[in-house]
């Protein structure tokens, strides 16, 4: 079983960044499509951004341009570079990972349902 852990989340003042990372307890072969998801109060778990292994990204239009995500796949790691945040951007912030094939689906909608692996959270807070 693959366990992720995430770090990195804090308050900071809008137009300020963070960087999360996430750290996978081993390699999966189901678990290529790694990505970030975010939750605020009162509201859906929603897709962020997400990488295959083979460097391919993915964003949701609200961080397309502010957010970067890279992974280093020797080191079974992925993070998620956040700039210019927003109050907006306020969550908890999970790490979730799924079958390659999954990523290839996200042009057309996210779905969490179809992430095998998921991070226990990391809360952002912009004010």
């Known amino acids: 079983h693959v366990q992720l852990v995430e770090s990195g989340g804090d308050s900071v003042q809008a137009g300020g960044s963070l960087r999360l990372s996430c750290t996978a307890s081993?390699?999966?072969?189901?678990?290529?499509?790694m990505g970030w998801f975010r939750q605020a109060p009162g509201k859906e778990r929603e897709g962020v951004a997400a990488?295959?292994?083979?460097?391919?990204?993915y964003y949701t239009d609200s961080v397309r341009g502010r957010f970067t995500i890279s992974a280093d796949n020797a080191k079974n790691t992925w993070s998620l570079q956040l700039n210019r945040l927003e109050p907006e951007d306020t969550g908890m912030y999970y790490c979730?990972?799924?079958?390659?094939?999954?990523?290839?689906?996200?042009?057309?909608?996210?779905?969490?349902?179809?992430?095998?692996?998921w991070g226990q959270g990391t809360q952002v807070t912009v004010s």
């Open positions: 979730a990972a799924a079958p390659g094939a999954v990523c290839r689906l996200l042009d057309i909608q996210w779905r969490a349902a179809d992430f095998n692996y």
């Open positions: 081993k390699y999966a072969y189901n678990a290529n499509c």
């Open positions: 990488i295959t292994t083979g460097g391919t990204t």
